[in-house]
């Protein structure tokens, strides 16, 4: 089973940049799709961005489209999201999903494994 933690949260000034990563353990992660969600106070969690299992497909939810970057590196088990031209609107804390189907992930319709979180702060 996979294990999810992630790091690199923290507070940054509007419009600045960071960039967050999940770390999963178990030699199955590359057949995963991964995602990002956050959740803001007194809102759902949503999804941000999601990537297949490969890397080679990405999504982007609107509100971070031209902004956001997701990527993933198999062989070190690690996927990022970095964030840049960061909005207060962006401040939330930060999940990272897995799941054998894409369109789970990105639908938010209960990903298998969840990580802890991780909070960013981004203020104006």
């Known amino acids: 089973q996979v294990q999810l933690v992630e790091s690199g949260g923290g507070l940054v000034q509007a419009g600045g940049s960071l960039r967050v990563s999940c770390v999963a353990s178990g030699r199955t992660f590359s057949s995963y799709a991964m995602g990002w969600f956050r959740q803001a106070p007194g809102k759902e969690r949503e999804c941000v961005a999601a990537?297949?299992?490969?890397?080679?497909?990405?999504y982007y939810a609107d509100s971070v489209k031209g902004r956001f970057t997701i990527s993933r590196d198999n062989a070190k088990n690690t996927v990022y999201l970095q964030m840049n031209s960061l909005k207060p609107e962006d401040t939330a804390v930060y999940y990272c999903?897995?799941?054998?189907?894409?369109?789970?992930?990105?639908?938010?319709?209960?990903?298998?494994?969840w990580g802890q979180g991780t909070l960013v702060t981004v203020s104006s």
């Open positions: 990537i297949n299992w490969s890397g080679g497909w990405t």
């Open positions: 999903a897995a799941d054998p189907s894409i369109v789970v992930v990105i639908n938010n319709r209960n990903p298998q494994i």
